[in-house]
DNA sequence: ATTCTGTCCTGTAGGC
DNA sequence: TGCCTACAGGACAGAA
């Protein structure tokens, strides 16, 4: 479910709210959340202070005096601070409880169980973090960078965008977003972009990740932020989810296709 | 070595 | 109302 704009909105939001406080208790209400031992993970988390809270990609890391948690939210994983005394509590999706100190509660809802929690004493032991590509919002990701990374693959661009290990935290609406900023198909074979396409593919990245974490995120469906809120980019999307809607820019009708058993939403008549 | 499928799950929306 | 099908912001093992 989230993307990079999700993430690091729920990311700043609990930097607020938790960062320094102590995990008193953790429960675990579905172990299939958990990828490893949950006496191990028990252990590694009970009794541990919230350093800061990080993000990587799609991954929300929280950095502990002795270790991080690495929260991988996937389609429909959340992170909720329940602030004290708030009537809000653990409800039907609730996987997994830590109980904080200044009677905070941090909650991880997960509907479809796809979320990933683990506890790892370095970074560089968790497998999908040690795999991740450039950050697309800092200088690791230039358009020379884009451009060589798409020149040696043949598949269509957009899988490709989505592909964690050339650039981190891109998925399903940010990709068919991006791929219209910049006027390109979704299915066009990636070394078939001319240099300047790559270009314009390389800002509208940028742009259009820079422009949703502004408005904290995309709320189409299970998205909340660190306070259980909607966010606000659902507002400003021009393709993703509107098939059969008419085409902003030039009125044509939005296009549906499945590309990778994923949705593509694109205009073919700004889109090339 | 790459690239493409199937699978992990549950809930909701829409068609009949 | 109820049943059935399609589909949903991701990632990865295994197959081709």
New binding site residues.
Partial sequence: ???LP?VETIRRDLDLSVKGLVIREVIIKDP?VIRQDPKTFLSALCGRAIVSVQRR??ALILELNGGFLVV?P??TGQLVALAPGSKAAAG?DARVVFVLSKNQTLVYND????GRLEVVGALNEH??IR?LGPEPLEKGFSAGYLAAALAQ????VK?LL?D?RLVAGI???YAAEALFLAGILPDRRANSLQASEVKALYRAIRAVLARAVKARG??????RDGEGREGGFQKALKVYGRAGQPCLQCGAVIQKSVQ????TFFCGKCQQ
């Avoid at 995309?218 to 998205?223: A, F, G, Q």
């Fill in positions: 479910m989230p993307e999700e299939r990609g799609k991988q996937m389609m039907r509907q479809r169980l796809f497998a999908h795999a693959k043949r598949t269509a899988p989505m964690h998925g399903n609406i995309t709320s189409v469906r299970n998205y990778s058993q994923r949705s």
